[in-house]
């Protein structure tokens, strides 16, 4: 069974330029999540899908960011424009309905400058 | 603001040693407890869960939970240097999320 995958693996993007991340959760995973690790840091929540629905997008930093999941699938999230403390690993998850168990992707590196 | 606490390390054991991890968290009403390890420049993995008081054990790994305190540790026997990662602590948020709480993670160095 494949796992949660991420593209791009590394993104170097300038301020101000826009960045789309898509993750691809475990097939049959309603719950997606977004976290994300900024340099010396812990890994912070951003959002969580259930399926097609935002059920809890307390942790979005601003206006900036846009998560979507289309179809209840695949998710992007978009940073426009991108500042230079967007940088760090954004990671995405997914679990099963009903489970806390949440399987994580390789994550997508993102450097702004 | 609830809170997860680790000792950032690094950690460092002989091979063949008992590596002791441990995470404090400030939520009194947490009631499940992740233990996820991540090499670095990869995913964080899950390797344990503790729901109740005491020891869960699998193969090397010993999870020992206890709520009172507010302490969860992850015990490792027989380290290995392939055991050599970050172990991340983490608890939801609440009982109806899946949002995760996350520590800093312990970075576990294993010296042949």
């Known amino acids: 069974e494949a796992g949660v995958t991420q593209f791009p693996s590394h993104s170097v993007i300038e301020k101000g330029q826009t960045v789309t991340l898509r993750c691809d959760p475990i097939?049959?995973?309603?719950?997606l999540y977004w976290y994300r690790r900024v340099m010396g840091k812990e890994i912070k929540f951003l959002l969580h899908?259930?399926?097609?629905?935002?059920?809890?997008e307390s942790g979005m930093p601003n206006n900036r960011f846009l998560a979507e999941r289309t179809g209840g699938t695949y998710s992007t999230l978009k940073v426009q424009p991108a500042e230079l403390e967007d940088s760090g690993v954004y990671f995405c998850?997914?679990?099963?309905?009903?489970?806390?168990?949440?399987?994580f992707g390789p994550g997508t590196r993102l450097l702004v400058l | 603001q609830k809170e997860v606490e680790q000792n950032s390390g690094p950690l460092s054991v002989p091979e063949g040693a008992i590596a002791s991890l441990n995470c404090t968290y400030s939520d009194r009403g947490s009631q499940s407890f992740f233990w996820y390890r991540q090499y670095s420049g990869k995913s964080p993995e899950l390797i344990m869960f503790i729901y109740s008081n005491g020891d869960k054990e699998d193969g090397r790994f010993t999870a020992q939970l206890n709520k009172a305190s507010q302490y969860v540790s992850l015990l490792i026997r027989d380290s290995q240097p392939s055991d050599s990662a970050t172990y991340l602590c983490?608890?939801?948020?609440?009982?109806?999320?899946?949002?995760?709480?996350f520590g800093q993670g312990t970075t576990l160095q294993v010296k042949p």
């Open positions: 998850a997914s679990s099963q309905y009903g489970s806390q168990t949440q399987y």
């Open positions: 983490a608890v939801p948020f609440s009982s109806n999320t899946g949002k995760l709480i």
């Open positions: 899908f259930v399926k097609e629905s935002k059920q809890d």
């Open positions: 097939s049959g995973h309603d719950n």
